[in-house]
């Protein structure tokens, strides 16, 4: 299959590893620097010092227990070395026991904090954001590379500081012990960073690579669970398997080739290592025949060079999950630095109840800047009046309502509630106002009681009934196997169209709006359907300003306005009875092109 999706965020980010953006992230820890604080505290006294002291006790032993230069072996003192190696072995293994819970509790929270904060974020963009975006990417965003940081946090934060803790710790304790010999096996650790820089940005830009892949995978997934209908329909199953199958071994390759260059950090160390290792010997042992050096002094440095590498190699592991997790990182706060096109003003003040005059002034709006979908609009509805817009597909009718509930802002122009601005009302008291009924209405997991309380959280059980009876939907309900308890599926896959419109109709009315929208919201209903519930339309729009955008005749005959658009431009208006009037009107051609079509 020949396909090719390309979504906004599928592109690489070309930008220099930035510190400022890890202290960003780091910012995320801030609310819990004292937790931080006493796991680093507890593994600093009792984890890096008891592992410290431990070499230094190794070498008394040998020196002054069982090989002294001067006087016999002391048994004695052997024992007494032991036992407290003993209790230190034992201390430093509490410690690191306290450590790993510890620090898996404040990664969970850390993560929990970033992604209510992505999720959050996400909920105010604007719907242009949406526009460019598949679901599946978004889904990426706030899964895949939220938990692809957990190591980090878990781990890596808290590790890092106690790792470096310990570095300087053992430096510190080599140059003392011999500070020739000190400075000649840390000369090849510069040799190492050296080296390991020049794999920095390669091996975060492939990280990238294996995030925007399954990005990319994500949202063909998304995408073929919500068309498996059409896609069983047109037995395109073969097909859609093998693009699947084309993509997912093209992040097969990605991660490959990303992993084979986080593993060179690994060699790379030990090749320093085993360097520092050879002049040690060979230093050392020139240092114990010239008496400059005591064997236990050696077998002592020989233990804190393990020691110096441990941290290094760790270190060097936090740098390469540094990378994959900053890959992350960039995709995250690209989004959390998205800033919604349609946004309050920081005056913004509280809609005061509508009462519903309504008034597009001279709008102007385009989707995209070389194309206009609305020019020069001019409407005034009154509080109460029933308008309905009519017109061909991408005639502008969608655009106006979008407008009104501000999705988006006009680019010229200015539509007014009761004489406000609605850019200068909070969005909340703004669109709490305003009811939608979809053509495709959305009905979300849970039970048919929650969809209809949806809009109103805090309704009664006796006012969401009353209000499903009222649009003729309480008799389908109460049919189900626990009537309004019943448990659906996301969309409601198990209902038919016209019993979810007719809950989204009882969404729509328990909300109570003062203006009211039903785009093409009876498009889905049998003609048996929409004459049970032309009755409940008449209470539904009630004392509402409303707009209906809707093709049938008996949806919009009755309005007190009929607007018919085209080209994104008003040509008639007026009442059904006055635009029938016109021989060559627009809207008289739509009618008896529908006229014509349901009798063929």
């Given at each position: 299959?020949s396909r090719?999706?390309k979504y906004?965020?599928?592109?690489?980010?070309?930008k220099d590893?930035?510190?400022?953006?890890m202290?960003?992230?780091l910012?995320?820890?801030?609310?819990?620097?004292?937790d931080?604080?006493k796991?680093v505290?507890?593994m600093?006294?009792f984890?890096?010092?008891t592992?410290?002291?431990?070499?230094f006790?190794?070498s008394?032993a040998i020196d002054?227990a069982i090989d002294?230069?001067?006087?016999?072996?002391?048994?004695?003192?052997l024992?007494g070395?032991t036992a407290?190696?003993?209790?230190?072995?034992?201390?430093?293994?509490?410690?690191?026991?306290y450590?790993?819970l510890q620090t898996n509790?404040?990664?969970?929270?850390?993560i929990?904090?970033l992604?209510?904060?992505l999720?959050k974020?996400?909920?105010r963009l604007?719907?242009?954001?949406f526009d460019k975006?598949?679901?599946g990417?978004?889904?990426v965003?706030v899964?895949?590379?939220?938990?692809s940081?957990?190591?980090l946090?878990t781990?890596?934060v808290?590790?890092s500081?106690i790792?470096?803790?310990?570095l300087?710790?053992?430096?510190?304790?080599?140059l003392?012990l011999q500070?020739?010999?000190g400075?000649?096996?840390?000369?090849?650790v510069?040799?190492?960073?050296?080296v390991?820089?020049?794999l920095?940005?390669?091996?975060r830009y492939?990280?990238?690579t294996v995030r925007?892949?399954?990005?990319?995978?994500?949202?063909?997934?998304?995408?073929?669970?919500q068309g498996?209908?059409?896609?069983q329909?047109?037995?395109?199953?073969?097909?859609?398997?093998n693009y699947?199958h084309?993509?997912n071994?093209s992040n097969?390759r990605s991660?490959n080739?990303?992993?084979?260059?986080?593993q060179?950090f690994g060699?790379v160390?030990e090749?320093t290592s085993?360097?520092?290792t050879?002049?040690?010997?060979l230093y050392?042992?020139?240092?114990i025949?010239?008496e400059?050096?005591?064997?236990g002094?050696?077998?002592?440095?020989i233990?804190y060079v393990g020691?110096?590498w441990?941290?290094i190699?760790r270190?060097?592991?936090?740098?390469s999950?540094?990378?994959?997790s900053m890959s992350s990182?960039?995709?995250i706060?690209?989004?959390l630095?998205?800033?919604?096109?349609?946004a309050?003003?920081?005056?913004a003040k509280?809609?005061p109840?509508?009462?519903g005059?309504?008034?597009?002034?001279?709008?102007?709006?385009g989707?995209?800047a070389?194309?206009?979908?609305?020019?020069?609009?001019?409407l005034?509805?009154?509080?109460?009046?029933?308008v309905a817009?009519?017109?061909?597909?991408?005639?502008?009718?969608?655009?106006?309502?979008n407008?009104?509930?501000?999705?988006?802002?006009?680019?010229q122009?200015r539509?007014t509630?009761?004489?406000?601005d609605?850019?200068?009302?909070?969005?909340?008291?703004l669109r709490?106002?305003i009811?939608i009924v979809l053509?495709?209405?959305?009905?979300f997991?849970g039970?048919?009681r929650?969809n209809i309380r949806?809009?109103?959280?805090?309704?009664?059980?006796l006012?969401?009934e009353?209000a499903?009876r009222?649009?003729r939907?309480?008799?389908?309900?109460v049919q189900?196997?626990?009537?309004?308890d019943?448990e659906v599926?996301?969309?409601?896959?198990?209902?038919?169209?016209?019993?979810r419109?007719?809950?989204?109709?009882?969404?729509?009315l328990?909300?109570?709006p003062?203006?009211?929208?039903?785009?093409e919201?009876?498009?889905?209903i049998d003609?048996?359907?929409?004459?049970?519930?032309?009755?409940?339309?008449?209470t539904l729009?009630?004392g509402?300003t409303?707009?209906?955008?809707?093709?049938r005749?008996?949806?919009?005959?009755?309005a007190d306005?009929?607007?018919?658009l085209?080209?994104?431009?008003?040509?008639?208006?007026?009442?059904?009875?006055?635009l029938m009037?016109?021989?060559?009107?627009?809207y008289?051609g739509?009618?008896?092109?529908?006229?014509?079509?349901?009798?063929a």
């Amino acid at each position: 299959m020949s396909r090719q999706f390309k979504y906004q965020d599928d592109v690489l980010i070309e930008k220099d590893f930035n510190w400022k953006q890890m202290a960003r992230l780091l910012t995320y820890v801030k609310p819990y620097r004292s937790d931080v604080s006493k796991v680093v505290f507890v593994m600093t006294v009792f984890g890096m010092l008891t592992k410290l002291a431990i070499p230094f006790l190794i070498s008394l032993a040998i020196d002054r227990a069982i090989d002294p230069k001067e006087g016999a072996p002391s048994s004695g003192m052997l024992i007494g070395i032991t036992a407290v190696m003993l209790v230190l072995y034992g201390l430093r293994w509490w410690a690191q026991h306290y450590t790993i819970l510890q620090t898996n509790a404040i990664g969970q929270k850390v993560i929990f904090d970033l992604r209510t904060a992505l999720f959050k974020h996400i909920q105010r963009l604007s719907f242009r954001f949406f526009d460019k975006r598949s679901a599946g990417s978004v889904l990426v965003r706030v899964t895949n590379d939220v938990n692809s940081l957990q190591d980090l946090f878990t781990n890596g934060v808290v590790n890092s500081v106690i790792d470096i803790a310990q570095l300087l710790g053992i430096i510190v304790i080599l140059l003392l012990l011999q500070f020739k010999l000190g400075l000649a096996v840390m000369i090849t650790v510069p040799l190492m960073f050296i080296v390991s820089s020049s794999l920095r940005k390669r091996i975060r830009y492939a990280w990238q690579t294996v995030r925007i892949k399954q990005s990319r995978i994500n949202s063909h997934l998304n995408e073929s669970i919500q068309g498996i209908r059409v896609t069983q329909a047109f037995a395109q199953e073969k097909e859609n398997t093998n693009y699947f199958h084309g993509m997912n071994r093209s992040n097969l390759r990605s991660w490959n080739f990303a992993s084979a260059l986080n593993q060179t950090f690994g060699p790379v160390i030990e090749i320093t290592s085993a360097a520092g290792t050879l002049i040690l010997l060979l230093y050392g042992s020139h240092l114990i025949r010239s008496e400059g050096m005591t064997v236990g002094v050696l077998v002592a440095f020989i233990t804190y060079v393990g020691y110096f590498w441990e941290p290094i190699t760790r270190l060097g592991q936090l740098y390469s999950q540094l990378l994959i997790s900053m890959s992350s990182a960039e995709r995250i706060f690209e989004y959390l630095d998205e800033k919604p096109t349609v946004a309050e003003k920081a005056d913004a003040k509280e809609l005061p109840e509508a009462a519903g005059h309504i008034r597009f002034e001279k709008v102007e709006f385009g989707y995209e800047a070389d194309r206009p979908a609305l020019k020069g609009i001019n409407l005034d509805i009154k509080p109460g009046m029933s308008v309905a817009l009519v017109g061909h597909t991408g005639s502008g009718k969608s655009t106006i309502v979008n407008l009104l509930c501000r999705f988006y802002d006009t680019v010229q122009g200015r539509v007014t509630i009761d004489g406000v601005d609605v850019r200068d009302a909070t969005l909340n008291s703004l669109r709490s106002q305003i009811g939608i009924v979809l053509q495709d209405t959305f009905i979300f997991s849970g039970t048919i009681r929650d969809n209809i309380r949806y809009g109103r959280p805090d309704a009664s059980n006796l006012e969401v009934e009353a209000a499903a009876r009222a649009v003729r939907a309480h008799d389908f309900i109460v049919q189900l196997p626990d009537g309004y308890d019943t448990e659906v599926q996301e969309r409601g896959s198990a209902l038919s169209m016209g019993q979810r419109q007719l809950l989204s109709f009882a969404r729509a009315l328990l909300a109570d709006p003062r203006i009211l929208i039903l785009d093409e919201a009876t498009a889905s209903i049998d003609t048996e359907t929409e004459l049970r519930i032309q009755e409940a339309l008449n209470t539904l729009l009630a004392g509402r300003t409303s707009f209906i955008v809707a093709h049938r005749l008996s949806t919009i005959r009755n309005a007190d306005l009929i607007i018919v658009l085209d080209h994104g431009v008003i040509v008639e208006q007026g009442s059904h009875e006055e635009l029938m009037q016109k021989p060559d009107g627009h809207y008289r051609g739509l009618i008896e092109a529908q006229y014509r079509f349901l009798s063929a």
